[in-house]
């Protein structure tokens, strides 16, 4: 009989939660991806999430191919991407998604701090892509502290490795012989920097800090550092918008929340993570 | 009660399906990969999905580094540890002992691997003036630290079972510590922790997290190829930074299922050969 009150109990309890619940439908929404993206995505999500209790987003990384592979294969109704979406990807997203631009962002060429004060303030792209190819080992050649370089290359996967191997190594896909270590996410490749005293890598403008500075570009005699001031002029060489991805017939929420990115607020979020606001 | 029987069948063939299955979906994942690369990727050295090369020896090398690195060390270790405490100390520190081992097997893999990265690399750094002490010597000594509480723990059950009637007649014979130690218990105990060291084995072969954070993830030949001190690849660490973008269905995803299969290739061969060294021994 005991077993039987307390059934009874908890079938009774579990009506009084179904009938106290309110009575439009929670949404969920998911995004995925760029780890570059994600610091304003998910500020956002909070935000919103105070304004619209009712609809929670969960965020993910993973890089920005896995952002657009999470939308080609419908496992995220949000993706982030910290790239252009490639001819391939664009052919099965053309026809249902929209790529919206949400901010933009200098992929900075970074370096420890002993090696920053060491004399290495500034490369040019050509410097760098010896570097990366394996030309140049030593940061005694490039004017630095006699140590030997210890180049950080990206996953394929990743969109800061795209874009800055497009710009330094002239392809996407290039090969980096001259890397001694393959990192994941934003987080991860701020730790090796931050650790070592002789690390060069790539990161996004805003993951710089005292132990991972960020060396300037010299262009044509002019050394131009990785700043909001010059990504906006279009003077910093290897910049990139942050994408949002969305399916043309989203939910409403979904929709809004997109907005939200957009408004003054989502672009204050932007603005305080360290990118440069579109709007 | 009379359905005791029939469902146990039931459970025991459902089980045996999913042996069955997980192999066969491996199989078959990868098949596009190896009839459009060919079973020479196993000796090819170069791995660029992009550039459609699919070269296996870097990641087979770097798997086998690590896990005889980490099985060097964790079974000696291990045997140590059951046969200290469950024959020379005090059963309160025997139960101790057990404890720590049981709070170490359930730890989660990432913490190792960041246990790995804070403390294990700055100090490999330090010792071999390396660059980042990003390595298959680093991956091994996480592995090894994972698999000893298995190994611990399986083998002090070992020794705790070996009947009390062979201990005693091995000391009324009169024979010494070391001799009981390595003609009776050890070898009554073997088969026990045998079971132990492939299962190690297992969770060592399959290990991603741990290993993908401190192995360095970088798809060259370890020269020469005795080199462990440099960052090098293993199977499960491209696995694991590869998947999430390779598109279901492409080669390149069916290349990455293709190296599942060989790690569990090599776990099979591995343990039959354990099982035939045994029989003859």
């Given amino acids: 009989m005991k077993h039987k009150n307390i059934l009874s109990i908890i079938a009774c309890a ?3 939660v179904i009938s106290i619940t309110p009575v439009y439908a929670h949404e969920t929404l998911h995004a995925m991806g760029s780890t570059t993206v994600m610091p304003v995505v998910s500020e956002a999500a909070t935000a919103f999430h105070k304004a619209y209790p009712d609809i929670s987003i969960t965020v993910s990384g993973g890089g920005s191919g896995v952002g657009i592979a999470a939308m080609i294969q419908h496992t995220a109704q949000i993706g982030m991407a910290s790239r252009n979406t490639s001819p391939e990807e664009q052919a099965k997203l053309n026809e249902w998604v929209d790529n919206i ?10 370096v420890s701090k002993e090696v920053y004060l060491g004399g290495v303030t500034h490369l040019s792209l050509a410097q760098i892509a010896r570097i990366y190819r394996g030309q140049i080992t030593n940061w005694k050649q490039l004017g630095g ?3 030997q370089i210890l180049a950080i290359d990206k996953e394929a996967s990743r969109g800061t490795r795209h874009v800055f191997a497009e710009a330094v190594l002239g392809n996407a896909h290039a090969r980096a012989p001259g890397a001694s270590l393959i990192s994941g996410s934003n987080n991860e490749e701020q730790a090796i920097v931050a650790r070592s005293h002789q690390a060069i890598g790539m990161l996004s403008n805003a993951w ?16 131009i550092s990785p700043t909001l001031e010059q990504i906006r002029n279009g003077h910093y060489p290897i910049s990139r918008g942050l994408h949002i991805l969305i399916a043309k017939d989203a939910s409403p929420a979904a929709r809004a929340f997109v907005q939200f990115l957009l408004s003054e607020k989502g672009q204050g979020i932007v603005k305080k993570v360290g990118y440069l606001p579109v709007h | 009660m009379i359905l005791l029987k029939p469902g146990l069948y039931l459970i025991t063939s459902f089980i045996a399906l999913l042996v069955l299955a997980v192999p066969f979906f491996l ?6 990969f190896w009839a459009s690369a060919g079973i020479m990727v196993l000796t090819g050295t170069e791995w660029f999905p992009y550039e459609m090369l699919f070269g296996m020896l870097p990641a087979i090398i770097g798997s086998t580094w690590a896990i005889l690195i980490a099985l060097f060390i964790a079974i000696p270790c291990g045997v140590a540890t059951a046969i200290v405490t469950t024959e020379l100390v005090s059963s309160s520190l025997a139960s101790a002992t057990r404890m720590g081992m049981e709070v170490l097997a359930a730890i989660p893999s990432i913490v190792y691997g960041l246990i790995g990265l804070w403390l294990l690399l700055p100090l490999l750094q330090a010792s071999f003036d390396l660059l980042s002490g990003h390595s298959l010597l680093a991956a091994g000594l996480i592995l090894a630290l994972m698999i000893l509480p298995l190994i611990t723990l399986m083998s002090m059950d070992a020794l705790k079972l070996v009947s009390s009637t062979q201990r005693e007649a091995g000391m009324s014979l009169g024979l010494s510590w070391e001799a009981l130690l390595f003609r009776v218990l050890l070898p009554q105990a073997w088969p026990a922790i045998r079971g132990g060291i492939l299962l190690a084995m297992g969770r060592a072969l399959g290990e991603t997290m741990a290993v993908m954070l401190v192995v360095g993830s970088l798809d060259r030949m370890p020269e020469p190829i005795m080199n462990v001190l ?9 696995i694991g930074r590869e998947i999430g973008e390779a598109a279901f269905g492409s080669i390149h995803f069916s290349a990455l299922m293709a190296c599942g299969l060989l790690l569990a290739l090599i776990g099979l061969s591995i343990s039959l050969f354990a099982h035939t060294r045994v029989v003859k021994a």
């Fill in chain 1, 208 to 223: 710089l800090n005292d132990r991972v500075r960020g060396i300037a570009i010299d262009m044509d005699g002019v050394a």
């Fill in chain 2, 230 to 238: 440099q960052p090098a690849q293993t199977l499960t660490s491209r």
């Fill in chain 1, 145 to 147: 502290p006699d140590a």
């Fill in chain 2, 27 to 32: 199989v078959q994942a990868s098949a596009p």
């Fill in chain 1, 14 to 16: 579990i009506t009084a």
């Fill in chain 1, 101 to 110: 631009v949400i901010a933009r962002d200098a992929v900075a060429v970074v």
